[in-house]
Structure formats: C-alpha cells, structure tokens
C-alpha cells in the first residue's frame, strides 16, 4: 500500500504547464482562485505583519494580467496606443500615400506596355471599348469621392483608378474594364462579351459533351441499355437520336455485331407483308379499314411532309400492314399519328433540310427510303405493342387512364378538379385525346420527340408515366383553368392550349413535374383514393 506521503506527492498540485492543458480566461476583475494561496479566506485572516516577509511561490494579480489575454478588457496601454494611433494617422497623409502608390503602379503599368511590340493583338486591346458607358467625368473642381472618405475596397486598381493631385488637374480618364484582363484574353475576346452568347456557347458545349456521351457509349460492342435509359432521359442529340431509338424500342439489339444482320432480317421480313398483304386493301373484309387510313392520313402534321405523295404511300402501307396483323385491334384513328416521329427522325438522317415542315422526301434515295419505312413500322409496332388495349373494343385502357387521371389531379390540385366539376367539364371530354394521340396534337412536333426521348428510357413511359405527365399538363394551366367561368370556354381551352411556341426547356419542366408526381404517387395506389 502507498504511504501517506507518495499519496501527498502524487495529488501534490504541479506549477509546470502539461503540453495540452487548458488555460482558463478569467475576468479582469477577479483573478483565479487558488485554494493553496487562498484557502485561508474561509478562515479568520490572520494579522498581516508589518515586517517584511518572504513572499510565496505564486502569482500576483499583476503577474497572472500579464500572463493572462482577457478578451474583456483592452487595458489603459491599449487604450493610449489607439489614442496614439488616431493623432499619427493624418487623413490627408494617408490619401497623398495611397495616391503616391497608385501614381507609381500606373508608370510601372505604362512603361511596360510601351515595352511590349505592337501586334494584331495588341492594337485590338487598345480598340477596345468600354464594357459599358460610365457617369460623365468629375470636374476637377470638385472633389475626389475617395478624398472625401470613402475608402470602400474595390476589386482592382484598373476597375477602379483614384487619380492623384497631378491627374485631377488634367481630369480623370475614362475607366476601360476590359484593362483588367490580360492581353492575350482581350484580344481573343474581340471586345466585350454578349451575355446571349456566353449563354448560347455555354449550352453548346453542354450540349457537345453529352453528344460525346452517348457516342463513346454508341460505341462499344454491346451498348449499356440503363446507362443509355439514364442518359436519354434528359434528352438525345439529334445526330444519335435514329439509333438510340431503335435500341431503346428493342428493335436493334445491344450487340453491335448482330445489328446489320438484324435490321437485314426484319426489313425483309416488312416487306414480305407488304407484298403478301397489301394487294388485298380493296378486298370486302379490308377496304374500310384501308378508306379509313386514305382519309385519317391528309389530316396528320405536318401538313408539309404527310402530303408529299410518297410519305403518304409509306403511311398508308404502315398502317395497313399493322391493322392486318392486329386484328384484335385493327386500325383505330390516332394510330396513325403515333408513325410521324419515328419517321421524322429516322428520314432527317438522311434529308438535306433539317427542319422537317420543308423536308423534301424525294430528295432521298430509294432504297434508303424503303429502309427508313421498315424501321418505322418495326418501333411503331414496339411500341403499340405496349398500349395495345388504347385501341381494342371501346378502347377500355384509355377509360381506365382517364379515370386514373381524374383521381390524381383531384388528389393534387382539388381547386382545379372542382372547378371543372362545378362547370361539369367531364375529363373523357379533353383527356380522351390526350390518352389516344398521346399528346402530339397538344404539342408541336420537336417537343414529342423531346417527350419520347424521355417515354423510351421510362419503363412502361407511354402507358404509366405518360398519365403522369398529363397530370402536370393539365396543372400547368391551373391559372388559365380557373380564371375561365363558361362550359364552352373551358372546353375550348383544354383542347386548344398554347402550346405553339413550346420547346425543350418547357417539355424539361413538364417531364420534371411529371417525375416529382410519379415519385409520390406510383408505388403509393392507395395515394388515388380519397
């Protein structure tokens, strides 16, 4: 057992400071406590004698402040340094220094840049105008904003140049922010940027690097199917959006070996039907069906290419093909429209014009044109394939989304349901449409195909998700919806919303609405019920 006096020694308090240890902050007013020097103020004080006595191994009030940085007290020394300070620093002093400074910095400037050689570069920097026009120049009369005490911090001397004595008599000269970038910068600039051009060079290089995307996945021997779901869904450049269409369809499988014996296949297969089945459209049993196709065919859009003769032949043969081989079905009117975007975007890759409404078909050659119509009724095929019960016998799978659609809005806009309630709009009346044509005739046509980029890479996207974004369509006009008070003008409205000069971004916005709903609603079916 340790003795008593290991004890003592062992709980003795040490004076050494310990690497670590806590240093309190006391106030000025009270110094530490120290039980051993202080541990007799419980007790009666004893006399304190008048001869002097050694004093004790601790500290004094004076020698703990010295040690001690009190975050409370500046101290009477600090208060006469500041006082010190505030007599020395003379304003004027200090402005005739500042401008001493900037005079300099401004010669040195000078006397570099007539160093430097004249070049091409060189000429255009000095060109260059202001950014923009600036207040009109101080007379020298009056005085200097910055002599009068303004001494905010600027972000550079060359944006903001306070002239000295020598220069306020001559006049300050015009500012030129373009001096604050470099030579090689400016000149490459060629003078100030355009915001719409950052803007437009931005989204283009965005646009490239995804373009790059999708090609390096394009690219390899058996492409990725979710990383190209996960890609295509935010959109699909226009030079890859034929290909990445019939993968996403399941038209062209992944492999790329297999692709060219495959599309070989299925364009022989179509037409082997066409010739075995196209002969009998002025049969009894299938001349209504073929009168119905001829006549639904003139009214698609665009106008401009549907009435090219040859696109309407190649409809015409599509759709009839289909009916015959889905008789279960048979033709229905709003098929045909679900044809135009696979053929607009499958046909662009070879027409000369890029804007389809001036496309000329016959441009194209034969047999690409006899390839571009296999590949058309093939995804077509696919993705009808999916909806199938839109077109069968009184069209029950329309009916059920529209009654789906009616419980989701009223779940997630009750103001817009009940006032179409109120003036017994009924959403078979406008939604039918919306179901049936899914959305093309809502839409012009660059914002569908920006809509079946997402469609293809969602699963179930034309049956499923599509309810989903019509639900967001229908929201987006909620202002629209309940600032009308009439039946028919109501009725007019949802079948002819303003849509004419939609574009991506609007369709990005939608599809994002549309997602959001999906999330809080898909796997919740209880979520439709009140």
Known sequence: MASDGARKQFWKR???KVPGSIQHVYGAQHPPFDPLLHGTLLKAAPKVPTTPVKAKRGSTFQEFESNTSDAWDAGEDDDELLAMAAESLNSEVVMETAHRVLRDHSQRREQHQLQEPPGPGREQHQLQEPLSPGPEPTPATEPSPVASGDLRLVKSVSESHTPGPAECASGPAPLHRSQSLPHAASAALGGPPDPGTLSSSALSEREAFRLDKFKQLLAGPNTDLEELRRLSWSGVPKPVRPITWKLLSGYLPANAERRAATLQRKREEYFAFVEHYYDSRNDEGHQDTYRQIHIDIPRMSPEALTLQPAVTEIFERILFIWAIRHPASGYVQGINDLVTPFFVVFVCEHAEEEDVDIADVSRVPADVLRNVEADTYWCTSRLLDGIQDNYTFAQPGIQLKVRMLEELVSRIDEQVHRHLEQHEVRYLQFAFRWMNNLLMREVPLRCTMRLWDTY????????????????AFLVRWRKEILEERD?????????NLPTAHWGDEEISLLLAEAYRLKFA???APNHYKK
């Open 456 to 471: 293809q890479s969602e699963p179930e996207g034309f049956s499923r998700f599509h309810l989903y974004v019509c639900a």
């Open 487 to 495: 039946f028919q003008e109501l009725l007019l409205l949802l079948q």
């Open 14 to 16: 040490s004076n050494s």
């Open 521 to 523: 609603f898909a796997d």
